[in-house]
């Protein structure tokens, strides 16, 4: 059986459960057992740009408690996924692990971190995943949304491919969807510069809801919360912004696997999503 | 052969006060007022000190000599010291040279008259026409089915375009008219062994297919396999107008159905037999020519990906055989160049290609509209005038390193920044060309030996610069040597040519290079040498240390690593120097071992310039201070020596590449152990003291010896 | 005009020295971190070359004061493609580091880090929150984590931030 640490995050818990419900669900449905992480904080990157050493060590504090239940750590969101990755590279340094050892921390085991999704492409596998899927999704064309950490930095992670990346591709094809191909792929969402500026921030999530509207998406397939928060929550201010109507849903791609799997939507939290997607699930009962 | 040393004294036209003419029962001293014009009579047998001016100038005159050099002219003479400090210098120098073997010569004989030329591109071509008409009996391989390499797959030749034809075919028609030339295609090198004037080489030649041929080529229409040759279509079975003057199989795409045997007039074998073969030759030159970088490794660019995105080679072919039209294109410079990702060197030839594509387009579609975008335009020399004509032609110059080509509502969008306007731009295009590099073909390189910086052979080893001494059989010849156009790559067959032409003319070859000698007896095979050696020598055979002679440069350095003394440098080893400073050193003297090549100098220097330094000061001269013992170090201090001074070239400029380096990590050590026994670490010093640095040479010494 | 008698030689060399600045030096100008960047494709106003040739020229005051330093969203896609392997997004974060110790450190961070302090994360967990978890069955969740406090005690970040 397939046990990680799951490690959740500020926003996850709080301000999308359907991404955390659903993610749950789905690793029932496939066989994975997710062990709770007490005492679990916020993975630190936002302090990243203020000092980037402190940063680590709040990252490195998180990943010693799945060290001492020696389990591996699988991560809903990407900035978190990159934050502890690269705290948990840091730990077998020298330097930092004698800081780290310094605010009395420990880490008796050695783990990996890897995003949910990651691990479903690599411990679960296609084949796999395929197997499992009662109702596909036929008819649905998705587009998939990578976001910037999730790949990046390859140094990190040498995971997929940093200019043509295929494994989201790949995972929703196999729920029986269309993953719809575009340029710009690899594009940010632009949270990151929500708080420095909205109108930058919007203007980058635009970009991508444009193309999607332009492909004549149903739903865009995404990982990560800040993502989400850029392309859904933030969907309304993008159509005042540029004077045009989007209605695109927004989907977390355990919610889409997981209808996939034959859960229903409230196994998924559909109902949890502001936009809803009433349209696409209709063309599913067709 | 006489067993006593002979000590030359020359006394420069009597400008230097003689010293004693007494040095003992096992010498024999003469004296000479110009050694410089007046040449005794002396055998290599013989031991000898020559005490005279510089070193540097008596080893030009007397290169046939083992000698031991004493400079009484710049180091006595001309500042002042007096002639009681000459005789410890000549009586070191005799002790040195009793204990010192004498270096002996190396000779090749050069058994082979013959050369193997690897390459049938334009410089192989060339090459082998130069050594051809000269007399020398040439092999020329190709491991294409067809001669002409490159060049036979252009278009055209830049900077003005002109056919490739033009030049390649005088090339392959100046070979017909050769004697003793025998051309293998299909041929590649296998093994080689032996030494400069007889190597062994293992040749091995894979089968054209085509035994009998009219060239009537009803072959091409019945075959049913096409394929993509770098932007032009052609059959599995084919045809260059190169040499030779038959039709070939393509064995990598050939499927051997069997329509041609079938059609053919002549004789096509499909299960022909390879053929391997062995040759000797005196010479090999290396001809193998430009290898593309597998741009398709910059992925950011989509070659392979999207449609649309070509190579410089396959551009070119396609716009001249008439397949493609393009409107709008962009040519990319430094796609995976000065990269570290994939090549970190500038191919040198790319931005003229680049170039070349460019007016290709503007020559055949003037109303297309181009962009070359480039980080940096490097169309260096008179090439210029070929990126001022094409700003006359239109062509637009964007100044930036293209982030990445996609693919939008079907045409292709480059997306880069411009410098110039500092804009972001993202221009449309139906065709992208990647102007990319070069590799180097590593795989005969390191069958040959042949010494590296990077990838591609040594430049200055390949100009002769460097290891002038040694004799050497392999040449680099073209663009093998480094990425180059056609002129550029001629003229260097033409070079290689001459360099492989002088070794084959001779019977015998010599070397005096002082090497360094492994006694295996005392080796204790602990590997130390192997790691310290800077041009990779050293190495194990059958359990025995073995120093290759062709790349040991002699600096030294492992004589000196060599914890049991097995490895020696000729003409420099341990127990002569031992005894040099043993004989050389008295109380409160200031001792400065010098490096030949930079602080030897510069102590010459200051007396050309007049300027003294203290009469303690005595100074020797070592190839290296890499070869620098810290025994000899310790030895000195010992004798009551007040200070010692090692002066070695600056950092980088080492002449054997990291020789100071070592002789640093020393000095800090003994420096350290100074400390350790409560002395004054400062009576070591390792300086880097450039060859015209008598200043500082002074100041230094000066300081030592307050 | 940018006037270099105002350049400061050494700040090329305490930005080089940090974690993340060590490719500083190796930049030579390419622009190809500016083509990758997704927030200069949007606003010309942030330009990451910019920033390192001017980091590289001394010219401390525009890179530090300048707003526009903290518009990197660290996505690294610059990382990803600099030819001379410089680690961009980090050598970019390494002098927002620099610029927190020199006294700028922009208003939104500060807050962050004293919700950090007091809850150990972002969001507030309140009840309605805990009861929302309960009820679709999700696990319960720490309210607060002063662990996080500790460290941030522990390390120099808040005598920084108060200068």
């Not at chain 2, 010498?27 to 000479?32: A, C, D, L």
């Not at chain 2, 069997?258 to 073969?277: R, Y």
């Not at chain 2, 460097?466 to 550029?488: C, K, M, Y």
């Not at chain 3, 009820?135 to 005598?159: F, H, M, W, Y």
Request: charge should be neutral; include cysteine; aromatic fraction near 8%.
């Amino acid at each position: 059986m397939n046990k990680y640490a799951i490690f959740l995050g500020c926003t996850v818990p709080v301000r999308a459960q359907h991404y955390e419900l659903s993610a749950r669900n789905v690793a029932k449905e496939l066989g994975i057992d997710l062990v709770e992480m007490s005492g679990a904080s916020c993975c630190g990157f936002p302090l990243k740009a203020v000092d980037a050493e402190t940063a680590l060590l709040v990252a490195a504090r998180n990943i010693s408690l799945a060290s001492k239940i020696k389990l591996d750590v699988v991560t809903l969101c990407n900035s978190c996924t990159a934050m502890l990755s690269d705290a948990q590279i840091q730990l077998n340094t020298e330097e930092f692990h004698s800081k780290f050892k310094k605010v009395g921390l420990s880490y008796p085991h050695e783990v990996r971190v890897r995003h949910f999704v990651r691990m479903l492409y690599e411990d679960i596998g296609i084949d796999k995943i395929g197997e499992a899927v009662k109702k596909p999704l036929n008819g649905l064309k998705i587009m998939p949304h990578y976001g910037c950490h999730y790949m990046r930095p390859s140094q990190l992670y040498g995971f997929d491919n940093t200019e043509t990346p295929h494994t989201l591709d790949e995972l929703v094809s196999v729920t029986g969807a269309e993953s719809v191909n575009y340029a710009d792929k690899k594009m940010c969402c632009g949270g990151s510069v929500l708080g420095v500026d909205e109108e930058l921030a919007i203007k980058m999530a635009n970009h991508k809801l444009s193309i999607a509207k332009e492909n004549g998406v149903d739903a865009i397939a995404s990982i990560c919360p800040f993502c989400t928060v850029m392309y859904e929550d933030n969907q309304r201010k993008a159509e005042a912004q540029f004077e045009t109507q989007y209605g695109i849903p927004v989907l977390y791609y355990p919610q889409l696997l997981g209808l996939s799997l034959g859960l229903d939507a409230n196994a998924v939290g559909l109902k949890f999503n502001r936009i809803k997607s009433d349209s696409m699930m209709e063309k599913l009962t067709r | 052969m006489n067993n006593k040393i002979r000590v030359l004294i020359c006394n420069c036209h009597g400008s230097v006060k003689l010293p004693k003419l007494e040095f003992g029962p096992d010498t024999i001293v003469e004296q000479h007022d110009n050694l410089c014009n007046v040449k005794p009579k002396i055998s290599a047998e013989d031991k000898v000190v020559i005490a005279g001016c510089s070193p540097n100038l008596l080893e030009g005159i007397y290169p046939e000599i083992n000698a031991e050099f004493v400079n009484i002219f710049e180091h006595i003479a001309l500042i002042g010291h007096p002639a009681e400090k000459a005789n410890a210098l000549i009586a070191a120098a005799i002790e040195k040279a009793k204990h010192t073997e004498p270096i002996k010569k190396k000779t090749f004989e050069i058994k082979h008259k013959k050369a193997l030329v690897v390459g049938g591109g334009i410089a192989g071509i060339e090459v082998a026409f130069q050594l051809s008409k000269n007399g020398v009996d040439v092999t020329l391989i190709e491991k294409k089915p067809f001669l002409g390499g490159t060049v036979a797959k252009l278009d055209r030749l830049y900077p003005e375009g002109t056919p490739y034809s033009h030049t390649l075919m005088p090339l392959i028609s100046n070979l017909g008219s050769c004697k003793k030339l025998e051309r293998l295609v299909n041929t590649t090198l296998t093994e080689v062994s032996g030494r400069p004037g007889d190597y062994r080489v293992a040749l091995k030649t894979v089968p054209r297919g085509v035994v009998e041929c009219i060239n009537c080529g009803k072959c091409i229409d019945v075959c049913p396999v096409e394929v993509d040759d770098d932007g032009k279509k052609r059959k599995a079975i084919y045809y260059l107008p190169t040499y030779p003057d038959s039709y070939a199989i393509d064995f990598d795409t050939c499927t051997k159905c069997g329509e041609c045997v079938k059609i053919c007039p002549g004789k096509i074998d499909l299960n022909e037999k390879i053929n391997e073969t062995e040759i000797n030759v005196g010479a090999i030159v290396v001809a193998t020519g430009l290898n593309w970088y597998d741009v398709k490794k910059v992925e950011e660019y989509g070659y392979g990906r999207l449609e649309g995105v070509m190579k410089t080679l396959e551009f070119e072919r396609a716009v001249a055989s008439g397949t493609l039209h393009p409107k709008k294109v962009a040519v990319i410079y430094c796609a995976g160049s000065r990269d570290t990702n994939h090549l970190p060197y500038c191919s040198k030839i790319c931005c003229l290609l680049g170039l070349k594509e460019a007016k290709l387009v503007k020559d055949r579609f003037p109303e297309a509209e181009v962009y070359v975008i480039a980080m940096d335009m490097r169309s260096y020399g008179t090439f210029e005038y070929l990126y001022n004509k094409l700003r006359d032609r239109g062509v637009s110059f964007v100044k930036g390193k293209p982030s990445e080509i996609l693919k939008r509502n079907g045409s292709l969008v480059v997306r880069t920044e411009d410098l110039y306007t500092n804009e972001l731009l993202e221009i449309d295009v139906d065709s992208v060309v990647l102007s990319s590099g070069f590799i180097a073909d590593t795989e005969t390189f390191s069958k040959l030996n042949i010494k590296l910086d990077g990838d591609f052979p040594v430049l200055f080893e390949n100009a002769g610069l460097g290891s002038h001494e040694l004799p050497r059989g392999i040449f680099t010849a073209g663009a093998a040597t480094f990425p180059s156009g056609v002129a550029e790559t001629l003229i260097d067959a033409r070079k290689a040519s001459s360099s492989a032409l002088n070794l084959l003319r001779e019977d015998r070859i010599e070397t005096r290079l002082p090497q360094a000698k492994v006694d295996e007896e005392q080796c204790s095979l602990c590997r130390m040498c192997i790691g310290t050696c800077p041009y990779k020598a050293i190495s194990i055979v059958d359990d025995k240390i073995k120093i290759n002679e062709e790349l040991c440069m002699g600096c030294g350095i492992c004589s000196v690593t060599c914890p049991s003394y097995a490895s020696q440098l000729e003409g420099w080893n341990h127990r002569g120097l031992y005894e040099q400073i043993r004989a050389l050193v008295d109380k409160g003297d200031l001792l400065a071992i010098m490096c030949r090549w930079s602080a030897y100098n510069a102590t010459e220097r200051a007396a050309q310039d007049r300027l003294s330094y203290g009469e303690n000061v005595k100074i020797m001269r070592v190839p290296c201070t890499g070869a620098v013992d810290p025994s000899h170090v310790m030895l000195a201090l010992n004798k009551g020596a007040r200070g010692v001074l090692i002066g070695g070239c600056y950092p980088d400029a080492c002449h054997y590449a990291r020789g100071n380096f070592r002789a640093k990590a020393r000095e800090s050590i003994l420096r350290m152990n100074l400390e350790l026994m409560g002395m004054d670490k400062n009576r070591v010093r390792l300086e880097w003291i450039g060859k015209d640095e008598a200043q500082k040479f002074i100041k230094i010494v000066e300081e030592m010896n307050k | 005009m940018i006037d270099l008698r105002k350049s400061d030689p050494q700040f090329k060399w305490e930005i080089a020295k940090r974690e993340g600045g060590e490719g500083l030096l190796k930049c030579f100008g390419c622009s190809d971190c500016a083509a990758s960047c997704p927030v200069r494709y949007f606003d010309e106003r942030y330009n990451p070359r910019k920033i390192i040739r001017f980091t590289l020229l001394g010219m401390k005051d525009i890179v530090l004061k300048s707003p526009f330093l903290w518009f990197c969203a660290h996505c690294h896609a610059c990382t990803e493609r600099c030819p001379q392997g410089i680690r961009v997004a980090e050598l970019i974060n390494a002098i927002k580091n620099y610029a927190v110790e020199q006294g700028y450190c922009p208003d939104g961070y500060k807050m962050q880090l004293d919700l950090l302090m007091k809850m150990g994360r972002l969001y507030e967990v309140e009840d309605f929150d805990l009861k929302k978890r309960q009820r679709i069955g999700l696990p319960p969740i720490d309210k607060t984590i002063p662990e996080v406090a500790k460290i941030l005690e522990s390390t120099d970040i808040l005598k920084v931030l108060k200068k």
